[in-house]
């Protein structure tokens, strides 16, 4: 099958793809600065912030176990047949999904924060951040 480079399909994540994500990310980002600065006191203001310090979790978490949620949902057992019906949901199903798993991330990130100052792989990296500094003084 010839691929179209000018698709914005997500798989294959194609450069107009990538050109999409990119500037909807910085919309977003511009928006929530924008509410950020207007309502620093809110409690959901600063609920929001406590989950963005949790992103790279939350990235690795959406794609990894949203994929496993996924394919339990729909009982898809190969990699070749997930290929098939992946793009073929209803745009309501999509949003359903999308918006269950954004509350489920949410709550997982606000309880984490009551014990931690940071997520998992935000703590997994800054500890190997650390360490190769540390090694790197050490070898000044």
């Given at each position: 099958?010839?691929?179209?480079?000018?698709t914005v399909?997500?798989?294959?994540?194609?450069?107009l793809?990538?050109?999409?994500?990119?500037?909807?990310?910085?919309?977003?980002?511009?928006?929530?600065?924008?509410?950020?600065?207007?309502?620093?006191?809110?409690?959901?203001?600063?609920?929001?912030?406590?989950?963005?310090?949790?992103?790279?979790t939350?990235?690795?978490?959406?794609?990894?176990?949203?994929?496993?949620?996924?394919?339990?949902?729909?009982?898809?057992?190969?990699?070749?047949?997930?290929?098939?019906?992946?793009?073929?949901e209803?745009?309501e199903?999509?949003?359903?999904?999308?918006?269950?798993?954004?509350?489920?991330?949410?709550?997982?990130?606000?309880?984490?924060?009551?014990?931690?100052?940071?997520?998992?792989l935000?703590?997994?990296?800054?500890?190997?951040?650390?360490?190769?500094?540390i090694?790197?003084?050490?070898?000044?």
């Amino acid at each position: 099958a010839k691929s179209n480079i000018f698709t914005v399909n997500q798989l294959p994540p194609l450069p107009l793809y990538f050109f999409m994500s990119i500037c909807f990310a910085n919309l977003v980002i511009i928006i929530m600065n924008s509410i950020g600065d207007r309502y620093q006191s809110s409690t959901v203001v600063n609920n929001i912030a406590k989950i963005g310090t949790y992103s790279h979790t939350i990235y690795l978490f959406h794609i990894y176990f949203g994929i496993i949620l996924y394919i339990l949902i729909r009982g898809i057992p190969t990699e070749e047949e997930f290929y098939k019906v992946y793009g073929t949901e209803s745009i309501e199903f999509m949003w359903i999904y999308t918006i269950c798993a954004f509350l489920i991330l949410s709550i997982y990130s606000l309880l984490w924060s009551r014990k931690f100052q940071s997520g998992p792989l935000e703590t997994l990296v800054k500890k190997l951040s650390d360490n190769n500094r540390i090694k790197k003084e050490k070898l000044i």
